[in-house]
């Protein structure tokens, strides 16, 4: 880890936050939100914390202002998406509230686009801990109508009904099966259906493994009595 986040911080020192005018558009100006939400994810806080700046300084200004291509936010447009997720990720209840305003008020689609995709991040991140998994599922058992009208029934959507594709029983499984067998929405029932496979695929596989641990246990168990 420590390699690639020495890799990631020269990438970034060099690309920097904003580019040149001149600036090859096919080349540094995609490298650099790839970069940058990289080694944010590794946990480095200097880019966390200038993001988390960016972030509450553009939050501060009105909309107008934050529109107006005058730089006075410090976000360039390529990054947007990019810092609203890594504030909402490492902020608190201010920059959630803040990015839930922003899109509540903003009249401009393409700024609605990137500041709702990442509602689901906290979301996402709640649902891949074991210890949060039920919670978060049962969350969003009461609550996924209220998202697919947030969404409009987009990819977000989509990606919302695969979160809990990480539960590891046939027993869950066939909870997740029957909740999506009552809910009709043709545009995620592929997710659907992909999020209730996984579920099957990773009871399987747990099946397996442990059959294969209790055998390598009996066995050793029965070799120590032997040997005793």
Not at 24 to 36: F, T, Y
Not at 119 to 125: G, K, L, Q
Not at 195 to 211: L, M, P, T
Not at 213 to 225: D, R, S, V, Y
Request: overall charge positive.
């Amino acid at each position: 880890m420590k390699l690639r986040i020495g890799h990631e911080t020269i990438t970034v020192i060099h690309l920097g936050w904003e580019g040149p005018k001149d600036e090859d558009a096919d080349i540094e100006s995609l490298l650099r939100p790839l970069a940058l939400s990289s080694i944010a994810k590794y946990g480095y806080q200097p880019v966390i914390n200038e993001a988390l700046n960016r972030f509450r300084t553009f939050m501060n200004l009105s909309n107008e202002e934050k529109q107006s291509g005058d730089n006075k936010s410090n976000i360039p447009s390529s990054l947007r998406s990019v810092i609203y997720a890594i504030a909402v990720k490492n902020g608190g209840k201010d920059e959630f509230y803040a990015i839930k305003k922003y899109y509540l008020t903003v009249q401009d689609s393409t700024e609605k686009q990137w500041a709702i995709q990442d509602n689901v991040f906290p979301f996402r991140v709640v649902a891949n801990s074991q210890i949060c998994r039920e919670i978060s599922w049962n969350y969003l058992q009461k609550t996924f109508e209220q998202w697919y009208k947030i969404f409009e029934g987009g990819f977000l959507v989509q990606h919302l009904a695969k979160i809990h594709s990480e539960f590891v029983s046939f027993q869950k499984a066939a909870e997740v099966e029957t909740f999506y067998s009552t809910l009709d929405f043709p545009a995620c029932k592929r997710s659907m259906d992909h999020c209730v496979d996984n579920i099957k695929k990773n009871a399987k596989w747990r099946y397996q493994e442990i059959r294969t641990i209790e055998k390598w246990a009996n066995a050793q168990i029965k070799f120590m009595t032997s040997s005793s």
